[in-house]
Nanobody, 120 residues
Framework: QVQLVESGGGLVQAGGSLRLSCAAS????????MDWYRQAPGKQRELVAT???????NDADSVKGRFTISRDNAKNTVYLQMHSLKPDDTAVYYC??????????????WGQGTQVTVSS
């Protein structure tokens, strides 16, 4: 089994910054992509940023230039550095990891979510 534990959420004023972390633990053969999603009240969960095992990244248009995803493979951890936060960024942020198996398969795991609230 694999567990993802997120941290770093909180309350911040508009224009402020936060850094989210997500650490994977358990039986891990390899970690393929790691992603950050978010879900605001009454809205669907949306992909915020993706980072591959080779550290190629892709960001949603709504966060380009403000958010940066990175990973530390030695720690099995993915980060989301968020700058210039806006009230529209208020949501529960979820980490997702695609865990590879020695047999070539892949499983998707989710963290429990961390609340980010941006006040105007």
């Amino acid at each position: 089994q694999v567990q993802l534990v997120e941290s770093g959420g909180g309350l911040v004023q508009a224009g402020g910054s936060l850094r989210l972390s997500c650490a994977a633990s358990g039986t891990i053969f390899s970690i393929n992509s790691m992603d950050w999603y978010r879900q605001a009240p009454g809205k669907q969960r949306e992909l915020v940023a993706t980072i591959t095992s080779g550290s190629s990244t892709n960001d949603a248009d709504s966060v380009k230039g403000r958010f940066t995803i990175s990973r530390d493979n030695a720690k099995n951890t993915v980060y989301l550095q968020m700058h210039s936060l806006k009230p529209d960024d208020t949501a529960v942020y979820y980490c997702n990891a695609k865990i590879g198996t020695r047999w070539g398969g892949e499983y998707s795991y989710w963290g429990q979510g961390t609340q980010v609230t941006v006040s105007s």
